[in-house]
């Protein structure tokens, strides 16, 4: 098996139990924060989505990357499954582009 198909296939197993987790979350408390500073639980999945969108964009552009550009920035929080979808198309790129990548670009790639 290659880096290549390691990554993707730990990338996979992650959101396959992330979704599981995620999806648990009863609607009542999506909202919830443990306090005024912190992420309410869908606002840290929208995170976790968000943060794979930018390390996509970061590998594609070659460790430069402009956190303005995320698509999330006017988008308002949905349910899980919305935010799921949302990023879906996303996610799609990027494990699009990971195939494209070669052993050698992982050990030289700098983020």
């Known amino acids: 098996m290659t880096t290549t198909e390691l990554f993707i296939r730990n990338f996979t197993a992650i959101r396959s139990r992330s ?3 995620w999806t648990g979350i009863p609607e009542d408390y999506l ?18 989505l968000e943060q794979e969108y930018l390390l996509y964009k970061a590998i594609g552009n070659k460790g430069v990357l402009d956190p303005s550009i995320s698509p999330w920035k006017q988008q308002r929080y949905s349910s899980i499954e919305g935010e ?28």
Do not use: K
Not at 33 to 41: A, G
Not at 85 to 99: G, K, P
Not at 103 to 109: E, I, P, R
């Open 19 to 21: 979704h599981r987790l």
């Open 31 to 48: 909202h919830w924060r443990p306090d005024s500073n912190s992420f309410s639980l869908i606002g840290l999945v929208r995170h976790v």
């Open 84 to 111: 799921l979808e949302f990023a879906q198309t996303y996610r799609d790129e990027f494990i699009s582009m990971l195939r494209q990548l070669n052993s050698q670009d992982f050990d030289t790639l700098t983020i």
